[in-house]
């Protein structure tokens, strides 16, 4: 069992920044790592992953803007967010795709980040 703990989220002013933090616990093979966010009423959407040899993909809507970082060796992956907007407010969940070949995927449980204008 893949235990995925994130934390950092809260409420921000539009423009400031958050970082959020997860950690995998157990874990031995991790093939990416990254994070996902839901808005009210909308899909879960990707926001950044980042591979074990340290490439990277971002949402548009964030590119620029957020930046992530992992430590293969502490299993932990970081987001740091700036220049926020209202429209960043979301649950984040901190994802990881754990094992052989393309792996399975592992979701923690979510941090609320909230940007008010």
């Known amino acids: 069992q893949v235990k995925l703990v994130e934390s950092g989220g809260g409420l921000v002013q539009v423009g400031e920044s958050l970082r959020l933090s997860c950690a995998a616990s157990?874990?031995?093979?991790?093939?990416?790592m990254g994070w996902y966010r839901q808005a009210p009423g909308k899909q879960r959407e990707l926001v950044a992953i980042i591979s074990t040899g340290g490439n990277t993909n971002y949402a548009d809507s964030v590119k620029g803007r957020y930046t992530v970082s992992r430590d293969n060796a502490a299993n932990t992956v970081n987001l740091q967010m700036n220049s926020l907007k209202p429209e960043d407010t979301a649950v984040y969940y901190c994802?990881?795709?754990?094992?052989?070949?393309?792996?399975?995927?592992?979701w923690g449980r979510g941090t609320q980040v909230t940007v008010s204008s």
């Open positions: 157990e874990v031995f093979i991790i093939n990416a």
């Open positions: 994802y990881a795709r754990v094992g052989a070949g393309y792996g399975t995927e592992w």
